[in-house]
């Protein structure tokens, strides 16, 4: 299961391109709508909530994470892993190549 976190707001296209991305890249695998109104770029009151949040979902739960107080910035992403789930944070410049 792949669950997104995401500040990207509920109107437009980016939640539904990272959905198309992620059918394409592995088809059948459940997506989970988390949040995609999380603090806007508030990295510190979004892992809050994540941890918060995380607990309810399986053990193997990816968390795909984007929530970027330096929108465009040159950061690079990072993976964890903690309680046998997986958290991937992604700038948002990774997601526009």
């Not at 669950?3 to 991305?21: E, N």
Request: proline fraction near 10%.
């Amino acid at each position: 299961m792949i669950a997104l976190f995401t500040d990207f707001g509920l109107p437009g296209p980016y939640t539904g391109q990272m959905k198309a991305v992620l059918h394409q890249m592995a088809p059948g695998t459940p997506t989970i709508d988390l949040f995609a109104d999380a603090p806007v770029g508030n990295p510190k009151a979004s892992a809050y909530l994540l941890a918060a949040y995380a607990a309810w979902f399986p053990v193997r739960t990816v968390f795909l994470c984007v929530v970027d107080p330096g929108v465009g910035g040159t950061r690079p992403s990072i993976f964890l892993e903690a309680d046998g789930r997986s958290g991937i944070s992604v700038p948002a410049t990774a997601c526009s190549s």
